[in-house]
């Protein structure tokens, strides 16, 4: 996508990305971004983002937000050096382990930070969507520290493959929608969460999961996740004694890799996020957005998404149900424009070896989204030798079992050497 913008164009987005000038007053991230909403949720989006304003950085509300995430969340977490795959790989190998983050993934960074929005803001009720089932978690668990009820849509697809997420968002307390249009996968289940809110725009949450949608919420979610990278960063110097010469996220609509990444962007470290290369490169095999998209609109926002020549948004695949999704934040699709974040894919096969190898180096059953980051990494090895490398180790993979069983673990007798 580099071809959207002009190089000294480029160059000017990134240093005021760089200064948090970005987005703008509209809500843009260059050209990215912006808000394309039904007439219906103009004035709930407006409410939200005077309420951002308002509360985000106020000094009480932070004060609340980092008690939660110090005393319940349970940060900061681990930075966990991988010695057998560093002997491996050749490279020295960190781990940022948000799996170690109470519910088990990143997510709960920022539902909590919005529940307590929430709250703040007088809602009555919280809805959120969710794909892989970790976001319905954690804003289940979210939602139950403060008080609110909650409900989430989920996709019928998504629902089989996450089963054990259903009856923990359940046991929390959380109502599960079943959303059975569409690709019965997270598009679907976002589609149908906005319907609900545009019935009760003033009394209803909207609680979303990734860095995704109209302004505010790529900002709002970048805000909240950034406590990754930051964490991140100076945990790489305490223990590394420096910051690493690259960096691994995955990406689908790309939370955790906006939250590793953010806080790094002025530093000299190479940026690698990590897409859904599914099965194949045609349309429908993968979830490779930002590799094989182009720019429209999806889910109030103008950014990068699978769509056909006839501009029909297409259906997706990857065996992680939080990559399977057409679209991809703003912010990514500028970073990829300026040439400052390099975004590739990694296929189902790939995935399914790297959590292997993880598995039997490491004793890390690592999500299976995260585990796309691992294969790229351990490529980006063989040509890197001795170089270090920082990988976002977004959630643990209990949750994939319903899936993984149907994958027989492999004898690697690499990985055990």
Excluded at 131 to 157: D, E, F, I, K
Excluded at 361 to 381: D, K, Q
Aim: glycine share 12%; net charge negative; hydrophobic share 40%.
């Amino acid at each position: 996508m580099k071809s959207l913008l002009q190089a000294d164009e480029a160059q000017a987005l990134l240093d005021a990305s760089i200064r948090g000038e970005l987005p703008d007053e509209r809500g843009r991230f260059g050209p990215f971004g912006g808000r394309y909403v039904p007439e219906t949720l103009v004035p709930a989006f407006e409410r939200l983002e005077a309420g951002v304003r308002e509360h985000l950085h106020d000094a009480g509300f932070q004060r609340d937000l980092q008690r939660e995430l110090r005393e319940w969340v349970g940060r900061p977490t681990a930075l966990t050096y991988a010695p057998r795959l560093s002997e491996k790989w050749g490279t020295e190998v960190w781990l940022k382990r948000e799996d170690l983050a109470h519910t088990g993934a990143h997510k709960i960074n920022n539902a909590i930070g919005q529940a307590l929005l929430a709250k703040r803001l007088g809602a009555q009720r919280v809805i959120a969507e969710t794909g892989a089932g970790q976001h319905g978690v954690a804003s289940a668990a979210a939602c139950a520290r403060v008080g609110l009820p909650c409900c989430v849509y989920m996709g019928t697809v998504d629902m089989q493959r996450q089963a054990p997420n259903v009856d923990r968002m359940e046991r929390l307390g959380a109502e599960v929608v079943a959303v059975d249009s569409g690709d019965k996968t997270l598009r679907a289940a976002i589609d149908e969460a906005m319907r609900k809110w545009v019935t009760d725009p003033s009394g209803i949450y909207y609680l979303l999961g990734s860095a995704v949608g109209a302004h505010p919420y790529p900002y709002l979610v970048r805000e909240l996740q950034s406590v990754i990278g930051k964490e991140a960063r100076q945990q790489m110097i305490d223990q590394a004694g420096g910051l690493p010469d690259v960096a691994f996220a995955c990406v689908g609509g790309g939370s955790n890799s906006i939250g590793l990444f953010y806080p790094l962007l002025g530093d000299d470290i190479e940026l690698i996020g990590v897409e859904a290369g599914g099965t194949g490169d045609g349309l429908g095999q993968n979830a490779a957005t930002l590799a094989t998209g182009t720019p429209g609109v999806l889910q109030g926002s103008y950014t990068i998404i699978l769509q056909d020549d006839d501009g029909q948004v297409q259906e997706t695949h990857s065996i992680s149900a939080g990559l399977d999704y057409s679209g991809v934040g703003p912010e990514h699709a500028l970073l990829q424009a300026t040439g400052r974040v390099t975004y590739i894919s990694a296929s189902d096969d790939e995935a399914l070896a790297a959590l292997a190898e993880l598995c039997e180096a490491e004793g890390i059953l690592t999500a299976l989204e995260t585990a796309h980051a691992y294969a790229a990494a351990r490529e980006w090895s063989k040509d890197n030798p001795g170089k270090r490398i920082l990988i976002c180790n977004s959630g643990r993979g209990d949750k994939d079992m319903p899936t993984l069983t149907q994958y027989p673990p492999r004898i690697r007798t690499d990985a055990r050497a």
